[in-house]
């Protein structure tokens, strides 16, 4: 390569450095990350919650079953679906599938007794429903004062995340422990295409 050629070369890549410099690119550097590009983790089962009646409880120790994970409300439209999830339960129990019910007030004021008011109407002897699936102690599950095991399946991206929208939104958990999918308020529980999927990762052993 000639003198005048090589110096020409040098030229365009000086340039180049300059112009990339000026647009805030420095060569061979390290780029910091943006804000929020590294993804939150679909694990879910890195919390202790309190189970209705004030134990605690650590959520790896559901860790190998598949779960539903549901905010759930007494006096909502939708409360007639504790009929079908603990059908589903005891359906899909004996394969390792779990429902967990986490009663909230955050959705129409919809939920406002005691954790004891919303035992005895869940799964008390004069109960309709006769819920045999874990429920837990009333959290919120947006806002401020959101729990953390909602503030994590609030931060997952769509389809498989995301904040809940009404009570009785659904979250469906995997065997290792990470959130797959979610179901919104008005997807029952013997709707096909959760059914599919809760077979699924049953079958994923």
């Not at 799964?123 to 045999?132: I, N, Q």
């Amino acid at each position: 390569m000639s003198t005048k050629l090589r110096a020409g070369v040098a030229g365009c890549v000086a340039g180049v450095v300059g112009l990339l410099g000026a647009l805030g690119f420095a060569p061979n550097q390290p780029q910091e990350k943006a804000k929020g590009a590294e993804a939150t983790t679909p694990y879910v089962l890195d919390f202790t919650v309190k189970t209705i009646d004030g134990k605690d409880q650590s959520l790896a120790e559901y860790k190998g079953k598949v779960l539903l994970i549901v905010n759930v409300a007494s006096k909502c439209g939708f409360t007639g679906q504790y009929t079908g999830l603990e059908k589903l339960y005891k359906e899909k129990k004996d394969a390792g599938f779990v429902v967990l019910g986490f009663p909230a007030n955050d959705f129409g004021s919809q939920e406002p007794g005691t954790n004891e008011e919303i035992q005895e109407f869940c799964s008390g002897d004069g109960s309709k429903y006769k819920v045999t699936f874990p429920l837990f102690a009333k959290i919120s599950v947006k806002g401020e004062d959101q729990h953390p095991l909602y503030r994590r399946l609030a931060e997952q991206p769509a389809p498989i995340g995301g904040a809940p929208g009404w009570n009785f939104t659904k979250y469906l958990v995997d065997r290792s422990g990470n959130v797959v999918a979610k179901f919104d308020s008005r997807v029952k529980p013997d709707d096909s295409v959760l059914m599919t999927r809760v077979e699924e990762l049953l079958k994923a052993k």
